[in-house]
Every structure is written in structure tokens, then in C-alpha cells.
């Protein structure tokens, strides 16, 4: 099995914390909030959202996917590092046997953060991962994430 790794670099200008927890801690309550047009809830299918932890992601209707499951392995509020695998959803990836996210952030020298992600496309035997193939993931992934920042600077009480 072939390993695709693509790394990307967001800067923001909402704190390092504040952001961790909008993404990652308290992601079923501020995700849904920031995408109401494309994310209907996310819940904990197992655990409180520590390692080992499941969560379900649930799409609004009439797009490609209905739900995406994640196990969460890592999560490190002190670093602000977690590390997790999409191990479902409602429909079969041809290529693609799992994908592992990894995302740090840190604070950006001024204020604000930078967040690193990177995900490793593990593909299935025989299949070869492009570019192109994963672009659309990758801009979603970029659209949640700027639409989170502009959430959190739009209601400043909120992951404080």
C-alpha cells in the first residue's frame, strides 16, 4: 500500500488556543455553527473526544457525502497537536484505503497562529493517488478552515 502525504500552512489571525478548540476540542459545537450550509452535527459516536474517541461528522443533504466517521488517535491540548483517521463513510473510496490527519498549530510570531496540516492518503494496492484527486478534499479542508476563523472573529465569545 502507497502513502500520499500533502502538507498545508494557514495563517490566521484568532489565537492559538482559541482556534485548537474550535477545530478540535469543542469542534461539535462550533463546526456546525461556522457551516451551517454544509455540516449538520457533529457527535461522539464513542468516547468524550480523547484518544480512541469516534465522531461523526453529518452533512447537510444533497451533496457527495451524507457522513464521514473519525478515530481520533492523538489529541494533545497542551502542544495543540492532534492526529486522526477518516475510518468511514457513506460511500466507497475506489483508491483510497484511509486517510490520516495530522494538525499542529502555533502561535505566529505578532499574534495569531499558523496551522499545519498534513494527510496521508493511504492507497489501495495496485492504484496510483494525483493531484488533482485530492484537490477537491483539499480546498473543502481549506474552506472549513477559513469559514471557522471568520466564525471566530465574527463572535469573539465563542472557544474563549
Same mark, same amino acid.
Given at each position: ?69 473519525? $478515530? /481520533? #488517535?492523538? *489529541?494533545?491540548? %497542551? ?8 475510518? @468511514? =463513510?457513506?460511500?466507497?473510496?475506489? $483508491? /483510497? #484505503?484511509? *486517510?490520516?490527519? %495530522? ?8 499574534? @495569531? =497562529? ?8 493511504? *492507497? ?37
Amino acid at each position: 500500500m502507497a502513502v500520499t502525504s500533502y502538507t498545508e500552512e494557514f495563517t490566521s489571525s484568532v489565537a492559538p488556543t482559541r482556534l485548537f478548540k474550535a477545530l478540535i476540542t469543542e469542534s461539535h459545537i462550533c463546526i456546525p455553527k461556522a457551516v451551517p450550509g454544509g455540516i449538520k452535527s457533529v457527535e461522539f459516536l464513542e468516547g468524550d473526544g480523547g484518544a480512541g474517541s469516534i465522531k461523526q461528522t453529518n452533512l447537510v443533504d444533497g451533496g457527495k457525502l451524507k457522513y464521514m466517521k473519525h $478515530k /481520533i #488517535d492523538v *489529541v494533545d491540548v %497542551e502542544k495543540l497537536y492532534t492526529k486522526y483517521t477518516l475510518i @468511514g =463513510c457513506d460511500i466507497e473510496f475506489e $483508491k /483510497i #484505503d484511509s *486517510v490520516v490527519y %495530522e494538525i499542529k498549530i502555533e502561535a505566529a510570531p505578532g499574534g @495569531g =497562529c499558523v496551522c499545519k496540516m498534513t494527510s496521508e492518503y493511504h *492507497v489501495k494496492a495496485g492504484h496510483e493517488l494525483k493531484v488533482e484527486e485530492v484537490k477537491e478534499g483539499k480546498l473543502k479542508a481549506s474552506g472549513l478552515f477559513k469559514a471557522v476563523e471568520e466564525y471566530l472573529v465574527a463572535h469573539p465569545e465563542e472557544c474563549a
